[in-house]
């Protein structure tokens, strides 16, 4: 995917959530755990500079998993929240 300035984004979805209680969506985005070459390029992952936070974005293969299969939290508050961007 191409990313501003001529480079290029890790294959990623784009998710807003609404929920019942949030007055405004919330933005963030689904990167995967098999493009980890991808995902270490990616401009905006690299602006995440806590590993553990940059993680939240990640989805992973869930135990007993299939080939091809993944499993993404979000989580609206506590200590793994997911990162949210401002749009």
Do not use: C, K, M, W
């Not at 969506?25 to 995967?32: C, E, N, Q």
């Not at 997911?82 to 749009?87: K, R, S």
């Amino acid at each position: 995917v191409p990313a501003p300035g001529g480079g290029l984004q890790a294959p990623h979805l784009d998710v807003s959530v609404f929920a019942r209680g949030l007055l405004d969506r919330v933005v963030t985005r689904i990167y995967f755990a098999d493009e980890a070459d991808a995902n270490a390029a990616d401009p905006v992952l690299a602006g995440i500079t806590d590993p553990q936070r940059r993680a939240t974005l990640i989805a992973g293969v869930p135990p007993g998993g299939a080939a091809g299969e993944f499993r993404f939290d979000i989580r609206l508050q506590g200590g793994r929240e997911t990162v949210f961007f401002e749009v």
